[in-house]
């Protein structure tokens, strides 16, 4: 089975960086597609980014796009998610998962999850 643990979350002022790490160990990282999904309390779960095998292609929802940035180094089994520009409609608990195919943007396409890191963006 594989585990993913996310890192790096936390409580930022408006217009902070963060960046967020997603250790995966017990399988291949490179044979699975990345994502990153956000959710506040009371809202439906969103997606954020999705990242390619080998991190050649990307995508990004709407509300993040040119904002913040994903990306993967094999070698390390590591996925993150680089969020510049932050605003307070960006506060939720972030989510890595991983998928056997690539470019997926709902959650119950993702095979495995990480428990999650808090953001928190003040104004």
């Known amino acids: 089975q594989v585990q993913l643990v996310e890192s790096g979350g936390g409580s930022v002022q408006a217009g902070d960086s963060l960046r967020l790490s997603c250790a995966a160990s017990?399988?291949?990282?490179?044979?699975?597609?990345m994502g990153w999904f956000r959710q506040a309390p009371g809202k439906d779960r969103e997606f954020v980014a999705a990242?390619?095998?080998?991190?050649?292609?990307?995508s990004y929802g709407d509300s993040v796009k040119g904002r913040f940035t994903i990306s993967r180094v094999n070698v390390k089994n590591t996925a993150y998610l680089q969020m510049n520009s932050l605003k307070p409609e960006d506060t939720a608990r972030y989510y890595c998962?991983?998928?056997?195919?690539?470019?997926?943007?709902?959650?119950?396409?993702?095979?495995?999850w990480g428990q999650g890191t808090q953001v928190t963006v003040s104004s």
């Open positions: 017990g399988g291949t990282f490179s044979t699975y597609a």
């Open positions: 990242i390619s095998w080998g991190g050649v292609s990307t």
């Open positions: 998962a991983a998928a056997l195919s690539w470019n997926k943007r709902k959650w119950e396409e993702y095979r495995y």
